[in-house]
């Protein structure tokens, strides 16, 4: 059952995306998408060899002791902190935004109760 209504969700999310919409309205409920460009780092997990280029290039950097987990809210913190610019233009090199989408389910707010 998990399965078919991250489905539904997923068609939801496609065509409010496909018509600019952020609220698809039912007759007693109502699905709130909402969109946001999430800031991404080279994980150890998914993408090993960036993560150790990353990690070397911190390495020698007075920034190390602190970002030396490559935390991802870590690194998310610094970036949007927009901090000293050469800790930027190091991260830089390794930045990326993914948008994430999510559909939330609620009562319709214009009904009379």
Known sequence: ME?????????????A?????????G??????IKQVDKVM?????EEPEQAAELAAALR???WWKDLSTL????????????????????????VWTEQESTA???????RKV
Do not use: M, Y
């Open 104 to 110: 939330r389910l609620r009562d319709r707010r214009d």
């Open 27 to 32: 007759r007693e409920k109502e699905v709130v």
């Open 60 to 62: 020698a950097t007075k």
């Open 3 to 15: 399965e078919q209504i991250d489905e539904v969700r997923q068609a939801i999310i496609d065509v």
């Open 71 to 94: 935390s991802a809210a870590q690194l998310k913190t610094a970036w949007e902190d927009g901090g000293e610019a050469d800790l930027l233009k190091l991260l830089k090199r390794f």
């Open 41 to 45: 780092f080279p994980r150890k997990g």
């Open 17 to 25: 995306k496909r018509e600019g919409l952020e609220l698809v309205a």
